[in-house]
């Protein structure tokens, strides 16, 4: 199941858009506020309705902020399988696992609980059995999570380690932020809540992480993306992102969408290449950069 388009009115920064998702791997780019985050929710949001008649009180659940004047929200998704219903799995910006513990119990008892149901989902999620014996999905991205994290990700009493190759627990509290993500995907992949036939959403996943890591986690999410799992990601990163052309093989089909501010609130211009888009702020201040490191070795 993949999602093959998305139209929104009156949502978030969005007044009326379509965008074109057919792609295997969808890459966002876009300054702050051109609203890449409130475009992956709105996927998951739709995965757990009526294919995508999203309920405002959804919205609030998961963190979208709204302008009343704007109600309704209108849009849907069209996914290739429209008898089938969409498995989507949304990773946050911010890590939840170092939290975990006694989290969901609480979100549970309090109305006014200060976490929107994406972080605590993907703790559910996260928290759930792990396979005995890992699937040809997970032994086929496995050993690169491994190698980044230099060993394996624990859960005990509701908390979660990685223990390390040489034997060492370390908790998910003392860890490398950027680590954390790494844990989380092999938890995921473990407890196969990542899985054939789905849709990954993962904000930002480059945040906190090494650059030196950067290729890893790119062919990670490509040969995911082989196996018939479809990715969306933001970055701000230009290296990430990058890498995405980099590292592609011919067979992969891979959309690069720039969100950008402009009369009549926020558009989406989509190509097949990263170098293709002409509303590229990433692109823009690495050139930036470049002119000024120029400047400085040659001079006028």
Known sequence: MSVRKIRVNNYSVFADMEIDTEANVNVLVGQNGTGKTHLLKYIYVASKLDKSKVNIDFLRQYGVPF??????VQGYLVT???????????IPVK???????????????YRDFPFDRTLTDIIKRANQWTLKEPTLLAKAILPHLERMMDGQVVVQDEEFYIRKHDGRMVS??????????????????????????????????EANLNPEFFPDLVECLLELSRHNIQIFVSTHNYIFAKYFDVRRRQADRIFFHALYSGENGVHCETKNTFAELEHNAIADTFNALLNEVYDLQVGD
């Open 80 to 90: 290739d399988k429209e008898e089938s219903s969409l498995d989507a799995l949304y």
């Open 95 to 109: 890590d939840m696992l170092t939290h975990a513990k006694g989290l969901l119990a609480m979100a549970e008892k």
């Open 172 to 205: 998910f509290t003392v860890e490398a932020e950027g680590l954390k993500k790494i844990g989380l995907l092999w938890q995921l992949l473990m407890t196969e809540n990542i899985h054939e036939d789905m849709v990954l959403l993962w904000d930002e996943p």
């Open 67 to 72: 302008d009343k004047s704007n109600y309704p």
